[in-house]
């Protein structure tokens, strides 16, 4: 990551923020200190799960809806603990999320109906990660289907005019913040919040056969050594700014 990046965030114009992810436990580790900060400054978090994470287990004795319903426990528990009280399951099948139109309206019309400042999502180019891992097509089609919302149908009123009846008006955010993206401008410090993050993670307990050989994982891949020697660890997102 470049010396460049910065690494002090303003908030003070952020009332609402909305997380927009593929999955269940995407927003945990994607973003679970940066918004267990955001929370911690009043600002209401929302997070919005794409699909209904029905491929996330390879348990045959857990059936489809069985699971649907555990990951939706599951995650409202993550939120809890990072200070998130609204989860919205938009129910697309998991493993064939894609940007279609039916989607891209209800996002809308969540966007106009919460009306955030700040909308964090996935890079919808980020196909490998590392030399070990193919990013989900959910993942990437996650972040279309949110870009697809924000611009050009968000803020404008030639898109779906119907949604004023509702009460739901045009909105254009301030900020969108990107995950995974390979030129990130802002690096936020999450050391602190590190161990929430992680009990957050912890809550999705049907992802994990070894929940100490992931958290292992995790701080290892997380951290970054200092030259005092001390681990820091870090939340990177492309920052996009709308006047």
Not at 51 to 62: A, L, M, R, S
Not at 106 to 131: K, M, W
Not at 177 to 204: F, M, R, W
Request: proline share 5%.
């Amino acid at each position: 990551m470049s010396e460049s990046l910065a690494t002090a965030v303003d908030w003070s114009d952020v009332k609402r923020a909305l997380v927009i992810v593929a999955h269940p436990d995407d927003a945990d580790f994607v973003c679970g200190g940066t918004c267990i900060q955001m929370a911690r400054q009043g600002i209401e978090v929302t997070y919005m799960v794409l699909t209904n994470g029905d491929k996330g287990n390879h348990n045959p004795e857990i059936t489809r809806n069985q699971l649907i319903a555990m990951r939706q426990i599951e995650q409202r528990a993550a939120a809890r603990l990072c200070g998130i009280h609204e989860v919205l399951f938009m129910g697309e099948e998991d493993g064939f999320l894609r940007p279609r139109r039916a989607i891209r309206k209800r996002v809308t019309r969540e966007i106009r109906r919460i009306r955030p400042e700040l909308i964090i999502c996935t890079n919808p180019d980020r196909y490998f990660v590392g030399e070990g891992y193919i990013n989900h097509p959910d993942h990437r089609n996650a972040g279309l289907v949110a870009i697809e919302a924000i611009f050009p149908a968000a803020d404008n009123p030639m898109f779906y005019p119907d949604m004023a009846d509702e009460g739901y008006h045009p909105h254009k955010i301030k900020y969108l913040y990107v995950h995974g993206h390979d030129q990130p401008s802002l690096k936020l410090d999450i050391t602190a919040d590190l161990e929430n993050k992680i009990a957050a993670i912890l809550c999705h307990k049907s992802q994990f056969m070894d929940p100490d050989a992931a958290q292992k994982r995790w701080r290892e891949m997380w951290g970054e050594r200092q030259e005092d020697g001390s681990l820091r660890y870090f939340e990177a997102f492309k920052v996009m700014h709308f006047g």
